[in-house]
């Protein structure tokens, strides 16, 4: 153990440190912290529009009154409801692109409108080109996040050395321009640079390649992207997660990047879903809400069993972390837990925190892959409670019953642990530690 713990806070604890404080990864992460709302907003409007079973072939009773009653609602608000998922959903690229330039220019104290039009029009640049020489619309939900990404990145790199060298500047200081105007038209000639070479670079990729830019990164990361998607993928990530969180090392290290690849699956069964697409026979099964829904029930650590154990623990410091934990526990915030018990560097908690992640990963891909389940295609949030989210998530009922399962298959994994915890405090307690 001690050589293991050597090796992590030596070797991978830096790097995971940097990685977690570079300025794309932070840019990136604001940028999707700022749309959970709104990608919350357009994941309810699609499921009020979406009853989870047709009336018509249900026997007469309460169940048939209420999808019929869910129905007409639905038929009388779908345009609505229908626009405000596209102008969300369906364009999460977008809005992302938009995020990052505005994140990125705050990062280097920059004024942030200009910047943040450059990323913006230089990733609509390569998701709109068409090989045909329209415009394509295709391209700017969540299967161009890595366009986006990539132009947002490149682009702003580009407008800030070429304006911090002041190449092509036109300096119009003191003539009574406002500024906003002196800075954009100041910096026109690094405006026409970068444009150029996003559309000459776009021409070459497409007459090489014959398929638009997007297309081309998506088959490029569609490795990386069928790993995510796996068992062996699920494992990997949360118990590298989980290790790294009990160093002390935030998930948000590797949940950020990994956002990139959720979020693209996650756009792909939605709009599955909303073309018609059964939600058992969805392309994905580990996306954005699949993480934040059935895996991380209660936090990082599935630590909802770990809470219920500690409200009902003979310690008394156990007890009163656990009686303030359990509540913010129901809305995956276990920080209380994490740095109350505490949980972090705690050798006797590190198994069950490692493991109940991916325990939970693993039964869920089985039911899903198995069509016991729904597979996910909303998102209501990685704050919502697990029950009322999972059932969110699929528009199915027997995924509010396996997340009550698997807070009991939690609890088993942490009780046994968290026996020999509790005995640890409780000859603390009563002073009968032996020293």
């Not at 030596?10 to 700022?34: D, E, H």
């Not at 009773?61 to 869910?70: A, H, P």
């Not at 700017?140 to 092509?168: M, N, Q």
């Not at 776009?202 to 007459?207: D, L, R, S």
Request: charge should be neutral; aromatic fraction near 12%.
């Amino acid at each position: 153990m001690g050589k293991f713990t050597d090796f992590i806070e030596k070797k991978i604890a830096p790097m995971a440190n940097k990685l977690g404080r570079n300025k794309y990864v932070v840019a990136l992460q604001n940028s999707f912290f700022a749309m959970i709302p709104f990608i919350t907003v357009g994941s309810l409007a699609l499921v009020l529009i979406s009853p989870p079973a047709d009336y018509t072939t249900m026997d007469p009773g309460f169940g048939r009154s209420l999808m019929q009653g869910w129905q007409a609602f639905a038929d009388f608000t779908g345009p609505t409801f229908n626009f405000i998922n596209a102008v969300t959903m369906s364009l999460l690229a977008l809005w992302i692109a938009v995020g990052m330039g505005l994140n990125l220019a705050k990062q280097h104290k920059m004024a942030p409108h200009v910047p943040t039009l450059v990323t913006t029009m230089s990733f609509l640049i390569w998701a709109t080109m068409n090989p045909e020489g329209g415009l394509t619309f295709s391209y700017l939900d969540g299967t161009g996040l890595f366009v986006a990404l990539v132009a947002s990145i490149v682009s702003f790199e580009l407008y800030r050395a070429l304006s911090e060298k002041k190449v092509g500047h036109i300096d119009l200081s003191g003539a009574g321009v406002p500024p906003a105007l002196a800075d954009s038209l100041g910096n026109l000639v690094p405006l026409v640079i970068i444009f150029i070479l996003f559309g000459a670079a776009g021409q070459v990729i497409m007459a090489v390649t014959g398929s638009p830019v997007p297309e081309l990164m998506y088959l490029i990361m569609s490795p990386l992207m069928g790993l995510v998607d796996s068992l062996a993928g699920i494992i990997f990530l949360a118990v590298l997660v989980m290790i790294l969180w009990w160093f002390g090392i935030h998930d948000s290290v590797i949940t950020g990047p990994l956002d990139v690849f959720l979020m693209n699956n996650y756009s792909a069964n939605m709009t599955a879903f909303a073309a018609g697409t059964a939600a058992a026979a969805l392309p994905y099964i580990v996306n954005e809400p699949f993480w934040w829904t059935f895996m991380t029930i209660g936090g990082s650590g599935a630590t909802m069993g770990l809470a219920f154990l500690a409200m009902t623990s003979k310690s008394k410091q156990i007890r009163t972390v656990g009686r303030l934990g359990v509540i913010p526990a129901l809305f995956n915030i276990n920080e209380p837990l994490i740095f109350g018990l505490p949980i972090m560097y705690n050798p006797t908690l590190l198994i069950p925190f490692v493991l109940a992640m991916p325990v939970n990963g693993v039964i869920t891909y089985l039911c899903m892959s198995l069509g016991i389940v729904n597979k996910a295609f909303s998102y209501g949030g990685w704050n919502m409670p697990a029950p009322i989210s999972a059932f969110i998530a699929t528009l199915d009922w027997r995924a509010i019953v396996l997340t009550i399962v698997l807070i009991f298959i939690d609890i088993v994994i942490y009780l046994p642990f968290f026996k020999v915890f509790e005995k640890q405090k409780l000859a603390e307690e009563t002073g009968t530690a032996k020293e």
